[in-house]
């Protein structure tokens, strides 16, 4: 409980000023060494999944699912964490910052933000970018 307490009172204006806490699907899709946590019910899964193969591994924990399953979680990747609304990620990354993870961010704007992130130009745009990457290696 002490180190959500440091958390909490560390969450100023400042803090929330500059945004360290989120990050815009863009930005989280074309960044290196990254993870999506989705963090919405299997029921919304079933429904709507994001596969993302093209740009980063996808992990799928329910939030109520998260204490039992934190170890699947790296800590060694940027972890966006997506819900279609952002409270349940804001729930998460609480938690997660709690337990030391300081390589969390929100995504920020839900399915919206995303799907426009997935159009057919953006898409290509991330492939050709690999594809330079691995060129480079």
Same mark, same amino acid.
């Given at each position: 409980?002490? $180190? @959500?307490? +440091? !958390?909490?009172?560390?969450?100023?204006?400042?803090? *929330?000023? &500059?945004?360290?806490?989120?990050?815009?699907?863009?930005?989280?899709?074309?960044?290196?060494?990254?993870?999506?946590?989705?963090?919405?019910?299997?029921?919304?899964?079933?429904?709507?999944?994001?596969?993302?193969?093209?740009?980063?591994?996808?992990?799928?924990?329910?939030?109520?699912?998260?204490?039992? $399953? @934190?170890? +699947? !979680?790296?800590?060694?990747?940027?972890?966006?964490? *997506?819900? &279609?609304?952002?409270?349940?990620?804001?729930?998460?990354?609480?938690?997660?910052?709690?337990?030391?993870?300081?390589?969390?961010?929100?995504?920020?704007?839900?399915?919206?933000?995303?799907?426009?992130?997935?159009?057919?130009?953006?898409?290509?745009?991330?492939?050709?970018?690999?594809?330079?990457?691995?060129?480079?290696?």
């Amino acid at each position: 409980m002490e $180190r @959500v307490n +440091e !958390i909490i009172k560390s969450m100023d204006f400042a803090f *929330f000023g &500059s945004g360290k806490h989120k990050i815009s699907p863009s930005q989280h899709l074309t960044e290196k060494n990254s993870l999506f946590l989705d963090v919405r019910s299997k029921e919304e899964l079933e429904t709507i999944a994001f596969r993302l193969v093209h740009h980063m591994p996808v992990l799928h924990i329910p939030i109520n699912e998260v204490p039992d $399953r @934190v170890a +699947e !979680i790296p800590r060694d990747k940027i972890v966006g964490l *997506f819900c &279609s609304s952002g409270v349940r990620s804001t729930m998460a990354y609480l938690y997660l910052r709690s337990l030391g993870f300081d390589k969390v961010r929100i995504i920020e704007g839900g399915y919206g933000e995303l799907v426009e992130e997935l159009k057919p130009g953006k898409l290509l745009k991330a492939l050709e970018n690999r594809k330079t990457d691995n060129e480079r290696k």
